[in-house]
């Protein structure tokens, strides 16, 4: 994938009516044709907003953003086709929990995709089987680990056939033990060739798997780099001392 | 101790103390007469379980759609929701039922043989205030999150609601729901306020014929009851049914 970010504006409106806070001013970004970016950088300096956008939850105020030459569309009903497109996984899960497993994994081929209920059951069992899951199908996910309820997450978004993942802080609910689980998952997606956009603070996962590292602070993109060179030859002060904190946290 | 023996040990001791305190009243008991009216009761009970599953089915319609409108984008719709919630809800029912009886429904010349109509309207109209309530907070209930989650794999507004949304608050209202039913029952003896002959209309008729007072209304007690325990269990074996964690 290609990712070009010309121009991006994100503003929240003040709930209580004062002034409206800018998170993402002008941003700017353009990738190689990468596999795989990660974003990294401060809490609250405006990745995971930018992830939203890409991956067609929220609409900028300002500015494009296009995926190999095709632009995001703005108004809701073809954002919701380009959703159908891509997969998204969030830090909480988000799994419907009056349904089990299996249900959260049919719900949208049967209803988003038109799969019949039996085709639908065929396609999830050899990634359930693949990931260690399908002893946990039936659950639900009240009754599954925070390890477990992520990888049925990551499996969600990914059983559609998605075009890319969005994966946005995917293991920092999860002890240490879980997230090891996890990241091997998303170890062995990038193994396969899956395409995905990551925000993470996972600094030596990162180096594993992304492609390109992309700094994002005060809505800007501070520094961005093929992997290598970002980890070792960033000269910025600021993100050295982030690298600092983070790699050997 | 076993649960069903506790519950015997408690209903004897109410046994008893309700014994001695009729005991001590030196009641002379005239069961024989009231007897003759059990046909009366017998009616009025029938009435009172219609009017209830009418009012029943109306009051759940009228809950969700003033909850919907409560979370409405339009100022005018919410307003609208808000005003009537507070209004029934500040108000005693009596009031609405002789209002509704004597002034709107005489206003619209309504026919002495559609007070059952007006009854109900007004009946499922106070109770729809505490279900709209009851349906809000099951909405509200629900995190932002799973609207999210919807819509990240592509569901359309309508398919959120539908697979999403309220699945998961009827759910976290069905014990409400069916506590608000309980009161519902009765709450529908205030209906003889407006010659509706319903049970306790029966009641009240069998006992200035008869002049037997606690043989009227004691019948009438264990009536209601022989309604309102069963909704209780069934709303306890809900909560069970239903019952799962939030994740």
Redesign the interface.
């Known amino acids: 994938m290609k990712l070009v970010v010309h121009g991006l504006v994100q503003r929240f409106d003040d709930p209580r009516g004062g002034r409206a806070t800018t998170v993402l001013d002008g941003l700017e970004l353009v990738t190689g044709d990468i596999q795989a970016l990660v974003l990294v950088g401060p809490s609250g300096g405006g990745k995971s907003t930018l992830l939203r956008i890409l ?1 067609g ?1 929220d609409v900028p105020v300002a500015g494009s953003v296009a995926f190999d030459g095709v632009p995001l569309p703005r108004d809701e009903a073809a954002l ?2 380009y ?2 497109t891509v ?2 996984v ?1 830090q ?7 349904l089990s497993a299996m249900q959260n994994l049919l ?2 081929l049967v ?2 995709h038109g799969l019949s209920a039996s085709e639908a059951r065929d396609r999830v069992r050899e990634p359930l089987e693949r990931f260690g899951l399908a002893a946990h199908a039936h659950k ?3 009754e ?1 680990s925070g390890g477990q ?1 992520q990888r049925i997450a990551i499996l ?2 990914l059983v ?1 056939r998605p075009r890319r993942l969005f994966l946005d802080e995917p293991t920092s609910a999860l002890d240490p033990e879980m997230t090891g689980e996890v990241l091997e998952m998303i170890g062995e997606l990038k193994a396969a060739g899956t395409q995905f956009v990551l925000v993470t603070h996972e600094m030596g996962f990162a180096r594993g798997v992304a492609d390109e590292i992309a700094f994002i602070a005060d809505g800007t993109v501070a520094a961005h780099a093929a992997t290598g060179e970002f980890l070792d030859r960033t000269p910025d002060p600021r993100i050295r001392a982030f690298l600092d904190r983070t790699l050997h946290a | 101790m076993p649960r069903s023996l506790a519950y015997l040990i408690v209903l004897a001791l109410l046994a008893t103390g309700a014994g001695l305190a009729f005991a001590s009243l030196d009641m002379n008991w005239n069961w024989a007469v009231v007897w003759e009216y059990r046909a009366a009761f017998w009616q009025g009970w029938w009435m009172t379980v219609g009017l209830s599953l009418a009012a029943l089915v109306a009051s759940s319609l009228i809950g969700v759609v003033a909850a919907v409108m409560m979370r409405s984008r339009f100022a005018l719709a919410q307003a609208a929701a808000r005003v009537y919630v507070e209004l029934v809800r500040g108000t005693p029912l009596l009031v609405q039922l002789l209002i509704g009886w004597y002034v709107i429904a005489a206003a619209l010349r309504a026919g002495t043989d559609q007070r059952y109509l007006v009854g109900v309207l007004v009946l499922s109209l106070f109770s729809g205030a505490y279900m709209t309530e009851i349906f809000r907070s099951g909405l509200d209930a629900i995190p932002k999150t799973q609207l999210d989650s919807a819509r990240a794999i592509g569901l359309t507004p309508w398919q959120s609601l539908r697979l999403v949304v309220l699945p998961q608050a009827v759910r976290i209202v069905l014990p409400s729901v069916a506590g608000q039913l309980v009161s519902l029952v009765k709450d529908s003896s205030l209906l003889s306020v407006i010659s509706i002959a319903e049970f306790t209309f029966a009641a009240r008729n069998v006992n200035s014929a008869t002049y037997s007072t606690l043989e009227s209304y004691l019948p009438l007690a264990a009536g209601y009851l022989a309604l309102t325990l069963p909704l209780s269990a069934l709303s306890r074996w809900l909560e069970r049914r239903f019952r799962y964690e939030a994740a």
């Open positions: 991956a939850l919701r086709g959703r159908r997969g998204t969030f909480a899960y988000n799994l419907f929990p009056h719900l949208p209803h988003v639900r996910p009240a599954l309820k969600r978004a559609v």
